[in-house]
């Protein structure tokens, strides 16, 4: 096992502005190019053969954005977040124009976290440094799997050793950095998950994204599945992955603070806090979403999925926006419960009440509490326990009744 380097020192861990608790503000910018098509992925990304126009994207990002700045007004960044597609295919210059665009529009504090996805088998030093001069100061790499069977398998383009050569650039060059890891793979044994996360976690990285594989429609993986050419593990198999992960985790210092993200204290991810604490963010580029406040109400906003389309949609209107749904109190209500109870911190039950004009029902709020399902934080936060995680869409769907 090799002994890897203490994180990049140019960027001090207590130079990072303290997290609040409040939900804040984010910036997400979405890159849907792709070097190729993972055959589990159902997210917007598009292979091109041909060289992707940056420049004629960026003028396009930056167009978008002042659509989005006159729709959220002035506010101030708690985040930025550069996702895919693979972001790590973008010149550095495009990055650097695009995170100066953010700080024309909107106010961007100093300290503030700047993420970028990064697939190992298009990691370069060269880029890497690049990035980290445009000002991104943490990394997030799709590693995915450390076996090459395994990543053959999930049509990953990278070996174990360009993931570990990966690991060891973004260390060396990022103050803080996480990396994805896919369990419950087809025939994978607990005892082969626990030697795979132990090593993961021996790699010294402060966040860690730890996904069960879901078989998603319109998927490569969906029709074989369907055909019978793909089994992955049942329920029981997938509890007992799932209560393996969270006990390793935790025993690393490592624990969960979202179902399937893990960190070391403070070294959460400032961005995907925004979205689980129900704040506010702007999504700017093909296939964006966005959650915007307007005076009381919040504007879901998402834009155009076909990444030329978009491009063209932009050039000749300003933005590729193609709806602004009004969410209504009750909507809000939902999401702030759906994504809350994601938290190991959980709802703020306050905040909830004021959407909902209601409280929870008693009887089906004492019943997930009898069956140990959820547990109050005093009279303020409610959230779910380890058992209630495995069956959280269940026990949001009761809540929300």
Same mark, same amino acid.
């Given at each position: 096992?090799?002994?890897?380097?203490?994180?990049?020192?140019?960027?001090?861990?207590?130079?990072?502005?303290?997290?609040?608790?409040?939900?804040?503000?984010?910036?997400? +910018?979405?890159?849907?190019?792709?070097?190729?098509?993972?055959?589990?992925?159902?997210?917007?990304?598009?292979?091109?053969?041909?060289?992707?126009?940056?420049?004629?994207?960026?003028?396009?990002?930056?167009?978008?954005?002042?659509?989005?700045?006159?729709?959220?007004?002035?506010?101030?960044? !708690?985040?930025?977040?550069?996702?895919?597609? !693979?972001?790590?295919?973008?010149?550095?210059?495009?990055?650097?124009?695009?995170?100066?665009?953010?700080?024309?529009?909107?106010? #961007?504090?100093?300290?503030?976290?700047?993420?970028?996805?990064?697939?190992?088998?298009? #990691?370069?030093?060269?880029?890497?440094?690049?990035?980290?001069?445009?000002?991104?100061?943490?990394?997030? /790499?799709? +590693?995915?799997?450390?076996?090459?069977?395994?990543?053959?398998?999930?049509?990953?383009?990278?070996?174990?050793?360009?993931?570990?050569?990966?690991?060891?650039?973004?260390?060396?060059?990022?103050? &803080?950095?996480?990396?994805?890891?896919?369990? $419950?793979?087809?025939?994978?044994?607990?005892?082969?998950?626990?030697?795979?996360?132990?090593?993961?976690?021996?790699? $010294?990285?402060?966040?860690?994204?730890?996904?069960?594989?879901?078989?998603?429609?319109?998927?490569?993986?969906?029709?074989?599945?369907?055909?019978?050419?793909?089994?992955?593990?049942?329920?029981?198999?997938?509890?007992?992955?799932?209560?393996?992960?969270?006990?390793? !985790?935790?025993?690393?210092?490592?624990?969960?603070?979202? #179902?399937?993200?893990?960190?070391?204290?403070?070294?959460?991810? &400032?961005?995907?806090?925004?979205?689980?604490?129900?704040?506010?963010? $702007?999504?700017?580029?093909?296939?964006?979403?966005?959650? /915007?406040?307007?005076?009381?109400?919040?504007?879901?906003?998402?834009?155009?999925?076909?990444?030329? !389309?978009?491009?063209?949609?932009?050039?000749?209107?300003?933005?590729?926006? #193609?709806?602004?749904? +009004?969410?209504?109190?009750?909507?809000?209500?939902?999401?702030?419960?759906?994504?809350?109870?994601?938290? &190991?911190?959980?709802?703020?039950?306050?905040?909830?009440?004021?959407?909902?004009?209601?409280?929870?029902?008693?009887?089906?709020?004492?019943?997930?509490?009898?069956?140990?399902?959820?547990?109050? /934080?005093?009279?303020?936060?409610?959230?779910?326990?380890?058992?209630?995680?495995?069956?959280?869409?269940?026990?949001?769907?009761?809540?929300?009744?």
């Amino acid at each position: 096992m090799e002994n890897f380097p203490p994180l990049a020192s140019g960027f001090l861990p207590d130079a990072l502005l303290p997290d609040t608790g409040e939900p804040g503000f984010g910036v997400y +910018v979405h890159w849907p190019f792709c070097a190729a098509k993972c055959p589990y992925c159902d997210f917007n990304s598009h292979v091109r053969h041909q060289p992707v126009d940056q420049p004629r994207f960026t003028a396009a990002f930056l167009k978008e954005m002042e659509a989005m700045r006159r729709m959220s007004g002035p506010k101030t960044v !708690t985040s930025i977040f550069l996702g895919g597609g !693979t972001p790590s295919l973008m010149d550095p210059t495009t990055v650097a124009a695009i995170l100066d665009g953010i700080a024309r529009h909107w106010h #961007v504090p100093d300290g503030i976290e700047i993420t970028m996805e990064a697939n190992p088998s298009s #990691v370069e030093a060269t880029r890497f440094r690049g990035y980290r001069q445009a000002g991104v100061n943490r990394v997030s /790499l799709g +590693v995915q799997a450390l076996n090459d069977a395994d990543l053959r398998f999930l049509g990953r383009l990278h070996d174990v050793a360009d993931a570990l050569k990966a690991i060891r650039l973004a260390r060396e060059i990022f103050p &803080r950095m996480s990396f994805d890891l896919i369990y $419950a793979r087809p025939n994978q044994t607990v005892e082969a998950w626990e030697t795979e996360l132990n090593e993961a976690i021996s790699y $010294a990285v402060d966040h860690l994204s730890l996904y069960q594989l879901t078989i998603e429609e319109g998927t490569p993986f969906y029709g074989l599945q369907k055909a019978g050419k793909l089994v992955v593990p049942d329920g029981e198999q997938s509890a007992i992955l799932y209560e393996a992960t969270q006990e390793i !985790t935790a025993r690393h210092g490592l624990p969960a603070y979202e #179902v399937s993200n893990h960190a070391r204290p403070g070294a959460e991810s &400032r961005h995907n806090l925004t979205y689980w604490r129900y704040g506010d963010y $702007a999504g700017i580029g093909p296939g964006a979403h966005g959650r /915007l406040t307007r005076g009381r109400n919040k504007i879901a906003t998402s834009t155009e999925r076909r990444p030329e !389309t978009w491009l063209e949609q932009v050039e000749r209107t300003g933005h590729g926006m #193609v709806e602004e749904e +009004v969410l209504g109190f009750e909507e809000q209500a939902d999401e702030l419960l759906l994504m809350g109870l994601r938290l &190991r911190e959980g709802v703020d039950l306050a905040r909830w009440q004021q959407l909902s004009g209601r409280d929870p029902d008693p009887v089906r709020e004492e019943r997930l509490l009898e069956h140990g399902f959820i547990e109050r /934080l005093g009279n303020s936060r409610l959230r779910c326990t380890s058992s209630g995680m495995l069956i959280l869409d269940a026990v949001v769907a009761d809540l929300a009744c």
